[in-house]
């Protein structure tokens, strides 16, 4: 099994930058990626951006340019800087973790809330 935590999430006006932090324990040889996703009420859950093991982003287009993604592998966490924040990146972000049998995003952290106020 692996835990996940999240920290860093609040409110901030439009235009601001929040960075998010999600910390993994436990099972740790059994993930390969972890990302980010958020879910705003009544919406979907949407990918935001991942991390391999071995550094390599990925974005989903919408955020490319104002979020960044990153990683410590000898703290285990990753990192969300969210650069100019829109009224639409408000959200609940949720950390996720692939678990490296089934390629699939299997653990998932409580989530932090991020308020964007215009």
């Known amino acids: 099994q692996v835990q996940l935590a999240e920290s860093g999430g609040g409110l901030v006006q439009a235009g601001g930058s929040l960075s998010l932090s999600c910390a993994a324990s436990g099972s740790i040889s059994s993930i390969t990626h972890m990302g980010w996703f958020r879910q705003a009420p009544g919406q979907e859950r949407e990918l935001v951006a991942t991390?391999?093991?071995?550094?390599?982003?990925y974005y989903a287009d919408s955020r490319k340019g104002r979020f960044t993604i990153s990683g410590d592998n000898a703290k285990n966490t990753v990192y969300l800087q969210m650069n100019s924040l829109k009224p639409e990146d408000a959200a609940m972000y949720c950390c996720a973790a692939r678990n490296r049998w089934t390629f699939r995003y299997e653990y998932w952290g409580q989530g932090t809330q991020v308020t964007v106020s215009s």
């Open positions: 991390i391999s093991s071995d550094g390599t982003p």
